[in-house]
Structures are given as structure tokens and as C-alpha cells.
């Protein structure tokens, strides 16, 4: 077993989180009780032991209704406890070892040796470092995030997108009489039992929101905000039992559900809200304004939860059953993404060939004014990609949602969550060095030999080889990946998840069990484009034009090119991706479709029904970045790689035209989400909306599946890192996500700098 630091950051945090509500003792209370009862009931069926944890943590973890908040549904997250993923605390039965031990420095000094119990305990119990100790190997796969590895992997449950509209057609109370028919069929299932126990739950935390609500009522000297509260009240009272019959209360009947499901995405919002908004519009019981301010509030209470890259409110494009309603709502919340400009949610427009004018209009608008929002996704492009990819009929795929930095699942259908990253340019690096990498000195190459590199005698023997040792790579991608859902499933069920999850409660297992109905999961790849760059340079300058051997290359990349200057010059004169050449484009199609195909066959192969490769990026192409080495493109060692699917920064000297085209290139059949992004100034995109229009239409139309757009002043970002005082409010698309640019590193900052500012 490979040694790992158990108290290794697990996950991207950019955006603090909320401080608990919560004394120090009654926390500490909290996290000792939950302790206790998942080792009282270790002889208990995995879901049993589920949900009698659940209730130590619900209703006690939810906080106070905040003054602004129309609905209610707020809660703390403790370093131990019950998760999906580690944007919200941990996976399954979770300890966040970094974050008991700061807990435990606020402690007074009597009360210490309590957290040492407990962190002891769960070294043994937590669901992330059991996989780990059978995953984490001494060279080729690390623990994620662990730069100094090839590849990384980790458990977690990323981008579950309910069935929320069986959630508002059946309401609580349908929910209890479905799953009561099963188990009197089955009056042994403890996934039944769970379930309906689950359902419980949810009906003592609505009550414990509607106690805090008339608390509120009773010292509230303001008349409006007394009546949100008594509307609240009101909500939280029907819902216990009955479906929805307003927009306010299916909204709060969805947003409480998933605060217990632990869900950090949302699906089709306008879909499944835009026929109660509708509803209460035409009823006269809900002007515009009071919609528009439901819409804020929940916007303010997605931003408040800061799980950085996640969020994922969807509207538009095909596949909706209430376009018409839906589009009332789709409306308004662009209003409120333009306006609110914060970094989450993750608002996304999906759109088609009948998307309208005014739709396309108003999505410019919110971009040109800087909010970073809407993301665009081509469903033209799309819905048949995904059908292909996923292995689905197109009426399924036009389901198709993206989360978190962009990877696609069905919604309420599937889990495809992103449980491996790989670093196809570190893995170029150490196959060009012996096996060795060049910046820690470790051989990587597990049980695969690799040849010197003087017995290459044409780039099509060394690129041959390159992919054999790719293909060791795919293999141990696939059986980590697999092996995560194997080890989640051996302790939790995600109950709540499960219950709105085709086809659990149909089949009645929990989703990791054989309950979901299309089992994916998909692979992130980095530094992409660097590699194409450097296999083409590796052709150019190696095996054509014959000016350095493959030696002299990787001698001048193993000194970061110092005294090798020419060589480096070299290296960056060669073409590049981004600009539309046939030369840099072909070689990037070629190993993404290897890379791409690979990935997708060995998911089938072992059982999976789609696994896909995500041309994404968080942060994570800088910080791996960081610890990879000089590249034959003439990327410097250190340097942050490529983002996504896009160029190097700098790379692109040829127009967005350019740009955009080699982009359309990829066939977006073989990948489960790929971000391509673009900026530009102010006055290019504000003053030039037409054009900007046919710019992305034309992409669109040529096959580009998506576009993320940042609209910022040229200067801006270098002022913000001399004076971030003066930008606290600068918002910015890192890749996946948007940030505010003053709260991210320096060299995530340099990274973004170096990217082409289309301007006038």
C-alpha cells in the first residue's frame, strides 16, 4: 500500500465558506453523536447505518432562514459527516481529517484529546481513504489532488441530477405510498425501509424550518417581510405531504430535497418551475417582481453554499416538455444572472436552431455586461454526440445535462461522475525521459518498459509507442474508475439521491447497486493541447526538417531550456493549435480521438455503460502544471498547461475566427463535455454584437458544442494583481467555473493574463 497524507486538500476551494453557525461544543456534540451511531450500527445493513447517521446530522445541521432568504433550507457542514462529494464536506461517511484537525486548535485545551478519539476512529471508517489504501499506488496513480502523479483518482458522487419533476408530480406523500407498495412486496428490502425513513427525515426538517420561520413571524416588526415568513410557514406545512400547488412551494419542495440529497447541481430549473410560475402569474397569486426576487433568493442561497465549480442551473434547448412556461422562467433568470453576477450558479443556456433572437439577445447582454453568464452548449451538437457516446436514443440525450466544469450526464438517468484525471502531458515527459520524471526524479512507468530514445527512427514508431503507454494509462483510469463505484457502494447508498434516480425504486437498490439506469462516469484529461503542440514540434523539428534529434530535445527540456535557447525558439516557432492549420489541428484530432476512444471502449469493456473523457479544466491545469516538466512545444518547466480544449496561452496569433475553428475540429461524439473558452474586451463585444453573434452562430454551425465567455477591459487583470483592493468584485471564467480574479492564486492569475484578448 502506497503511503498518502491523509489531510491533503481534497478538492478546489476558492470561494470561503460560510462559518458555522454552531457553538464549538455543539458541533464537537454533533460529529461525536454521528461517530457513535455509524459504530453502533456496523452490524446494520449499509442503508439502515445510512439513515440512523442521517438523523443525527438533520434537522440539527440547518441554520437559521437568513433575513433575505424566501425559502428556507440553509445548513452547516462539520468536518465529519454524511456526503457525495468534497465540495460539501466529504463522500459517504466522511472525516476531512485537515479540516477536524483546525477545528480541534479552536478547542479549549480540556476538550482536545475529544477530536484525537475521533480522528483516530475514522482513519479507519472514512469512505475516501478506505479507497485510497486500495487504489494509490508508489508511481503511476495518486490521490486526488496530488500533482506529483500521472494520473489521480478519488471516490465522490459529482453532478447527480435529480428526477425532479417525479419529486413535484408525487410530492413526500406520493413518495410514501410508492415506496410502501414495494415493500409490501418486498417487506425485507432495507433500501424500502431506508427510504421511507429518509422520507421522515425530510418531514422533521420542514418542521423545524417552519418552527424557526414563526419564531421569525413573532419579533419581525416589518409587515412584507413578516408575510414571506408566513408564506414560508405555509410551504413547509403543505409539502410534508402533498405535491405543490404554487411556484413557491415547488421551490422549496425541490431546494430542500436536495439540500438533504447533497446534491450541488440542479438540472432544467425552467422546465420543472417554469409550469408553477406560470401558474401563479396567470392566477394573479405572483407578480413578475415577486418571480424575480424568488429567482435572486435562490440564486444568493446557490452562491452562499461556495461549492466553487458546481451550481449548474440548465435552461433551454431541446427535449423540454413545457417550453412555452419554460421560457417565462428561462426570462427572468437570465435577468437575474446578469444582475447578480455572482460566480455560482453555474447558469447554462442550451441552445438549438429554434433557439429565438430575443433568447440570443439577452444571453449577449448578460455576457457583455460581465456576468460571465450564460455558458452556451450547441444542441445541434450535442444531443447527438451524447446519444452516441452514452449509448442512448437521441429522445433520451436531448436529457443531457452538463455539471460541475462541464461533463454531461442524464438527468435523473445517470451518474457519470469524474473520478480520474489524467495528465497526458507529464505522462509525455516521462515517456520522453526513460521512464523517469523530469521533475522529481521518480521512475512512472509501473510495468511498462520504455524504449531510449535513440532507437526511434520515425515519429510514427515514437508516437506508436507514446500510445502504448497511454493505453497503460487508460487501463488503470477504467479500473480505478470502476473500482471507486465498488468501494462507495460497499458502505452508503445515497439514499436520497437514490430515491430519484431511475430505476431504484423500480429495482429496489440504491444506484451505485445495480439501481441507476445508465451506470457512466467519465475521465478528465489535461494538458491536451500541449501535448499535440509537442508531438507536432517533435515531427517538425526531429523527423522533417531533421534539426535536432529526439536527444538534444529532451536534453534542453531536462535543463529547462537554459543554455538551449535556440532549441526553445525553435520549439515555439513551430505551429500551433488555435490558429486553424491543418498541421497542429490534425495531430490534436488524432490523440484526442485515441485518447477519446480508448477511454470509452474500456468503460464498455468492463461494464460501464458510457465512460467518457472530459476536456475540462478547474485550476488544475496550472497547479499540474506546476509540477510537470519543460515540453518540446517550448512550455517551460512549471509552467501552467494549456486550459481545456483551448490553446496555450498566447498561442493563438490568427483571430477568434482562427480560434474557433480549429476548436469545431473535434468530433464531439467521442467526449462526454469539452469547455472551449474565449474573451474579449468590452468594447469588441459590446460594440460589435452583430458580428460576435455570427462569430459563435457560424462555430456552432461548423460543430463547436460550447462556448464560455469572459468580457473584460484589456489591463483590467494586471491592474487587479497590483491593486486587488480596487477589484473585489471582478469576476472571471477560470475554465469550468467562474471566480472572483482577486481571490486566485498568482500563477492561476498568470495563467489567465496569458490568455488572447480579442479586441478591436
Known amino acids: 500500500m502506497a503511503k498518502f497524507d491523509v489531510e491533503t486538500v481534497q478538492n478546489v476551494e476558492i470561494s470561503k465558506k460560510l462559518a458555522s453557525e454552531k457553538s464549538l461544543p455543539g458541533q464537537l456534540e454533533i460529529m461525536e453523536r454521528y461517530t457513535a451511531v455509524h459504530k453502533e450500527k456496523s452490524d446494520f445493513s449499509k442503508e439502515i447505518r445510512e439513515v440512523e447517521c442521517l438523523k443525527v446530522l438533520y434537522p440539527a445541521l440547518f441554520r437559521k432562514i437568513a433575513d433575505t432568504d424566501l425559502i428556507a433550507g440553509r445548513f452547516d457542514v462539520l468536518p465529519i459527516g454524511f456526503g457525495a462529494v468534497t465540495s460539501l464536506g ?5 472525516c476531512v ?5 483546525d477545528f480541534q486548535k479552536k478547542l479549549e485545551e480540556k476538550d482536545k484529546f475529544r477530536i484525537d478519539t475521533l480522528y483516530n476512529y475514522w482513519l479507519d471508517h472514512d469512505l475516501k481513504t478506505q479507497y485510497n489504501r486500495e487504489v494509490i499506488t508508489e508511481d503511476t496513480v495518486g490521490m ?15 453532478g447527480m441530477m435529480l428526477d425532479y419533476p417525479k419529486l413535484l408530480d408525487n410530492g413526500i406523500g ?6 410502501t407498495e414495494h415493500l409490501k412486496k418486498q417487506p425485507d428490502n432495507d433500501f424500502y425501509k431506508a427510504g421511507l425513513q429518509c422520507l421522515d427525515i425530510f418531514v422533521d426538517c420542514a418542521t423545524a424550518l417552519q418552527q424557526d420561520a414563526l419564531q421569525q413571524m413573532t419579533s419581525t416588526g416589518n409587515k412584507q417581510r413578516y408575510n414571506e415568513l408566513k408564506r414560508m410557514h405555509t410551504a413547509l406545512e403543505n409539502i410534508k405531504e402533498n405535491s405543490p400547488q404554487t411556484f413557491h412551494e415547488a421551490m422549496q419542495l425541490f431546494w430542500l430535497y436536495a439540500m438533504l440529497a447533497g446534491v450541488i447541481n440542479y438540472g432544467r430549473l425552467d422546465d420543472y418551475l417554469g409550469p408553477y410560475l ?6 394573479g397569486r405572483l407578480t413578475m417582481d415577486e418571480a424575480y426576487n424568488y429567482i435572486y433568493s435562490l440564486w444568493t442561497m446557490i452562491e452562499n453554499r461556495r461549492t466553487t465549480v458546481n451550481g449548474r442551473v440548465i435552461v433551454g434547448g431541446k427535449g423540454r416538455k413545457h417550453p412555452k412556461e419554460a421560457d417565462v422562467f428561462l426570462h427572468l433568470a437570465m435577468k437575474v444572472a446578469k444582475n447578480s453576477k455572482y460566480v455560482e450558479p453555474q447558469f447554462t443556456l442550451r441552445v438549438d436552431n429554434d433557439t429565438p433572437e430575443e433568447i440570443w439577445n439577452e444571453a449577449l447582454d448578460a455576457l457583455g455586461a460581465g456576468a460571465t453568464y450564460p455558458t452556451l452548449y450547441n444542441d445541434e451538437v450535442n444531443v447527438p454526440a451524447v446519444a452516441y457516446g452514452m449509448r442512448v436514443d437521441e429522445k433520451t440525450a436531448e436529457q443531457y445535462v452538463p455539471f460541475g466544469c462541464t461533463e454531461f450526464v442524464i438527468q435523473g438517468q445517470s451518474t457519470g461522475t469524474p473520478n480520474i484525471c489524467i495528465n497526458l502531458l507529464k505522462i509525455l515527459t516521462i515517456f520522453m525521459n526513460d521512464g523517469i520524471d523530469p521533475m522529481d526524479g521518480k521512475r512512472k512507468t509501473g510495468s511498462m518498459k520504455v524504449k531510449k530514445l535513440e532507437e526511434y527512427n520515425t515519429f510514427e514508431d515514437f508516437y506508436n509507442d507514446f500510445k502504448k503507454f497511454l493505453d497503460y494509462y487508460l487501463d488503470l483510469s477504467v479500473q480505478a474508475q470502476y473500482h471507486s463505484y465498488e468501494v462507495m457502494n460497499r458502505h452508503v447508498s445515497f439514499l436520497f439521491a437514490s430515491l430519484l434516480t431511475d430505476d431504484c425504486i423500480e429495482r429496489g437498490k440504491a444506484l ?9 462516469g467519465t475521465n478528465e484529461t489535461y494538458g491536451n493541447i500541449n501535448t499535440s503542440d509537442s508531438l507536432w514540434a517533435i515531427k517538425d523539428l526531429v523527423f522533417d526538417r531533421k534539426k535536432y534529434t529526439l536527444r538534444q530535445l529532451n536534453d534542453a527540456m531536462l535543463t529547462n531550456f537554459a543554455g538551449y535557447e535556440q532549441i526553445r525558439k525553435d520549439c515555439l516557432d513551430c505551429d500551433k493549435y488555435g490558429n486553424d492549420l491543418d498541421t497542429t489541428d490534425t495531430i490534436a484530432n488524432d490523440l484526442y480521438e485515441f485518447v477519446a476512444k480508448g477511454v470509452r471502449d474500456r468503460g464498455i469493456a468492463i461494464g460501464m455503460q458510457y465512460f467518457l473523457i472530459v476536456i475540462s479544466n478547474n485550476q488544475l491545469n496550472t497547479e499540474w502544471g506546476n509540477r510537470t516538466g519543460a515540453s518540446p512545444d517550448g512550455r517551460l518547466a512549471g509552467m501552467y498547461m494549456n486550459p481545456a480544449n483551448n490553446p496555450q496561452g498566447g498561442a493563438n496569433k490568427s483571430g477568434p475566427t482562427a480560434m474557433l475553428n480549429s476548436l469545431a475540429k473535434f468530433d464531439a461524439r467521442y467526449h462526454g463535455g469539452s469547455v472551449q473558452n474565449i474573451k474579449f474586451s468590452p468594447s469588441m463585444f459590446n460594440e460589435h454584437r452583430d458580428l460576435i453573434k455570427v462569430l459563435f452562430k457560424t462555430y456552432f454551425a461548423k460543430g463547436g458544442c460550447h462556448l464560455m465567455v469572459t468580457v473584460v477591459d484589456k489591463g483590467i487583470l494586471e491592474d487587479a494583481v497590483k491593486h486587488p483592493e480596487k477589484y473585489p468584485d471582478l469576476i472571471v471564467r477560470v475554465s ?9 492564486s498568482p500563477n492561476i492569475q498568470e495563467e489567465l493574463m496569458s490568455r488572447v484578448l480579442y479586441d478591436k
Open 174 to 179: 406520493g413518495l410514501r405510498r410508492i415506496l
Open 512 to 520: 451505485l447497486d445495480g439501481g441507476v439506469r445508465y451506470l457512466g
Open 90 to 94: 466529504g463522500v459517504g461517511h466522511f
Open 736 to 744: 469550468g467555473f467562474s471566480a472572483i480574479f482577486v481571490d486566485l
Open 144 to 158: 486526488f489532488i496530488d500533482c506529483e502523479y500521472p494520473m489521480i483518482a478519488t471516490a465522490r458522487l459529482s
Open 278 to 283: 406560470v401558474a401563479d402569474l396567470e392566477a
Open 97 to 101: 481529517f485537515r479540516k477536524l484537525r
